[in-house]
Nanobody
Framework: QVQLVESGGGLVQAGGSLRLSCKFS????????MGWFRQAPGMEREFVAGITWGVSRTYYTDSVEGRFTISRDNVKNTVYLQMNSLKPEDTAVYYCAADPSFRTTVPITSHEYHYWGQGTQVTVSS
């Protein structure tokens, strides 16, 4: 019954901003670690950002630190990724993922997330 649906992707120029949303349905959203991954053409899927339940600890990959912000709204069952100062190398399909393991730190490998959304395309032009 768990389902994740991403939205908010699009085409922007370098230096612009986008906010991605991921709506979660099924079970208890507030107990899940939520993460964002991305996959560029010809590349492996990589971790971007994650946020825990409860205290809402966050973790970012080095390439987006200071530019991206992950947040969650447990009332709306939604996770957000605010992306500022976008670069062409940020171009990828962005995926929302959920980990039901009650971890208090953010896992950064894809196999640790049980549920995935369908992805939303982000394209940054130069």
């Amino acid at each position: 019954q768990v389902q994740l649906v991403e939205s908010g992707g699009g085409l922007v120029q370098a230096g612009g901003s986008l906010r991605l949303s991921c709506k979660f349905s099924g079970r208890t959203f507030s107990t899940y670690v939520m993460g964002w991954f991305r996959q560029a053409p010809g590349m492996e899927r990589e971790f971007v950002a994650g946020i825990t339940w409860g205290v809402s600890r966050t973790y970012y990959t080095d390439s987006v630190e200071g530019r991206f912000t992950i947040s969650r709204d447990n009332v709306k069952n939604t996770v957000y990724l605010q992306m500022n100062s976008l670069k062409p190398e940020d171009t990828a399909v962005y995926y929302c993922a959920a980990d039901p393991s009650f971890r208090t730190t953010v896992p950064i490998t894809s196999h640790e997330y049980h549920y995935w959304g369908q992805g939303t395309q982000v394209t940054v032009s130069s």
